[in-house]
């Protein structure tokens, strides 16, 4: 209902430019309302990729503006694809696809931003080409690991080079002719396992893909849309048998709203007392719920409404009340399910009652940030009792003073989940460096403030 209107959305933006710092805390009062999150980042960068390799024209709507996503969709332009943009919000496109075969070279590096999901499946498209290409990053992305990626697409026989032996963007690949692999990935990652794919869509016969631990199944579930079949047997085992081609779908492709922008605003309404929301369409895919498992668990009170399907991902609305919350034992199965949305976990953990233990989630410490010690350090600062460990923290849980100003290190995550924990704090929170909440939820201090949290971008 409460979508973003465009001159907010500007407004927001301006500011962000200009400062990047947020002050936020503590609530006034109780978060009311009903807003609609921006849509899924995982599954846009997938439809614009895939709807870019396909022969014929794809509408995708729902698509999340976010900068990780633009990045994407303007590398494809760089390849000579056509995007029509809908509306000037860019939630709805037209993608004119050149066909499995039809990219042309570059004539620029590709400039991936902040976005691990860009760089490392493009990795798979790319290891396909008969050109070479390179792509970079900044001075997040160019810290974190590529070997993961550069690993198979070179046995399936792209060439790849780069600082630390290809580890470190920038990265260059001279794709041709692929070899079909069996890949048993060493990380539970939906990147690694769909760079794979995709390179197995230029393969000469059929790849299969084992995990250590089952990672969301968003190219799984969007590759049969645009006729490529992928088998998943009993054994967990993904098969994909390359049909040569991928056909634009008839129907548009609609992206339901993003479950893991979702997650700041279920945990800000579990903590503020009194607290009365409702999150709407918002994609309910099982591994991307690991959150909602974990906060329920921790006494969260959700209630699921209007549950329905967006093509073949489930939806529902959330309806969140609030209701104070217990530190849990996360079970590590959960891990991979909820991989992103710890930073706010984190913060929920810090205000709960007794103690809050996470193990086996070593993959934080390589994403936007180091997310255990960014998170740890940010909310120590607030007066959270918080032990680091090597592959996860123990947080006890109480209450937080803040009266600080913490880094958020240009970690979009970080930022707002620091926001969120603002909202409980004695004294409120300043955020230092949280101008890259624009690369995944554009619009979030607006919609925040919707709901009536307390949170603004320093003027100053
Ligand atoms: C993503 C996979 C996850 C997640 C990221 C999005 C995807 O990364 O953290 O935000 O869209 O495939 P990993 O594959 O590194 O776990």
Redesign the pocket.
Known sequence: MSGLKNTERACEEQRVNAGGTLIAGPAAGALKGRVTVPGD??MS??AVMLASLADGTTEIHGFLPGEDNLATARMFVDMGVTIDWLNSEKTSLRVHGVGLHGLKQPSMMLDAGNS??CV??MTGVLAGQPFTTTMTGDASLCKRPMK?VADPARRMGAVIDGADGGNLLPITIKGGALEAIHYISE????????CVLLAGLFADGETTVVEPRP??D??ERMLPLFGQPVHVDEAGMIHLNPTGKLTAPEEPIHIPADP?SASFFAVAASLVPGSDITLERIGMNPLRNGWSRILSDMNGQMELQNEGAVGEEAVADIHVTYQQLAGINVNPVDV?DS??EFPVLFAAASLADGEFLLSEAE?LR??ESDRIAVMARALMAAGADVEERSDGVRIKGGVLKGGCRVDAEGDHRIAMAMAVAAQCSGAGITIENAAAIAT?FPGFVVLAQKLGMNVRWDDG
């Open positions: 980042k995982s960068h997938r691990g999901t490392r499946l993961r990380v539970a990652s939906a990147q690694v396992k769909s990672t969301r968003h190219t893991s991979p991989i992103d993959e390589v994403k995944s």
